[in-house]
């Protein structure tokens, strides 16, 4: 079955720089991968998706890169703000025509320092 | 829009007592979603409904939890007895039929003692 990973459990940052949030997954025929913030007492918020036919797709200030040769995820948050801090979620589909069911990553702890 | 309407928030509760967490989806979603979320085990799925029906229920943890949705804007889990192990957030969220994106209720905080 698939699963969804992340390499870190945690990144600290100064305010201003850029983030970089990585995630791996294991079902190849997964087709759609979401980004979800989470803060303190909260429930997850979608940030921003991307279907595996793309590499890449920009918000304001976010960016996901899609990886499928290394099956690998990213999420870019430009000029970090105090607000960015979270819990950080990825998220993959199962194979196509399978449902609609997402497999979430164990998350990793953003924190903005100031 | 409300966004998922979850209640109570919080909830304590003793080992043995019954436990119902309730969920209102977003107007015109008609998938809904039953998470639990601990440090140890992350977010895991527990029920999936699709218009109302059950669609996947592998993830409910034994028979003491239960879930219903009686209604496209109701839905309910019950854990009966409660255990100690069972202290976690349960969250709710609901989806577009056709769609992956989920919409995430504020959650509801179980404490079992």
């Known amino acids: 079955g698939e699963s969804v990973g992340l390499h870190l459990p945690t990144l600290s940052v100064q305010e201003g720089d850029n983030s970089i949030i990585n995630c791996a997954y294991s079902?190849?025929?997964?087709?759609?991968f979401i980004w979800y913030k989470q803060e303190s007492g909260k429930g997850p918020q979608f940030i921003i998706d991307?279907?595996?036919?793309?590499d890449k797709r920009q918000g304001q200030r976010v960016t996901v890169l899609l990886n499928k040769t290394v099956k690998h995820l990213s999420l870019q948050i430009a000029a970090t703000q105090p607000g960015d801090s979270a819990v950080y979620f990825c998220?993959?589909?199962?194979?196509?025509?399978?449902?609609?069911?997402?497999?979430f990553g164990k998350g990793t702890l953003l924190t903005v320092n100031p | 829009d409300a966004g998922v309407i979850q209640s109570p928030r919080h909830e304590v509760t003793e080992m043995g007592q019954e436990v119902t967490l309730r969920c209102k989806p977003i107007?015109?979603?008609?998938?809904l979603f039953w998470y639990r979320q601990t440090m140890m085990r992350g977010l895991e799925l527990l029920i999936y409904?699709?218009?109302?029906?059950?669609?996947?229920d592998s993830g409910m943890p034994e028979d003491r939890f239960s879930a219903k949705m009686p209604n496209a804007s109701f839905s309910t889990l019950k854990i009966q007895p409660s255990e100690p192990r069972d202290s976690a957030v349960y969250f709710c969220?609901?989806?577009?039929?056709?769609?992956?994106?989920?919409?995430f209720g504020p959650g509801t905080r179980l404490t079992v003692l």
């Open positions: 969220a609901s989806s577009l039929a056709g769609t992956y994106t989920q919409y």
């Open positions: 079902n190849s025929a997964s087709d759609y």
């Open positions: 991307i279907r595996s036919n793309m």
């Open positions: 998220a993959g589909s199962g194979s196509p025509g399978s449902n609609y069911k997402l497999t």
């Open positions: 107007s015109g979603h008609n998938s």
């Open positions: 409904f699709n218009n109302n029906v059950p669609i996947d």
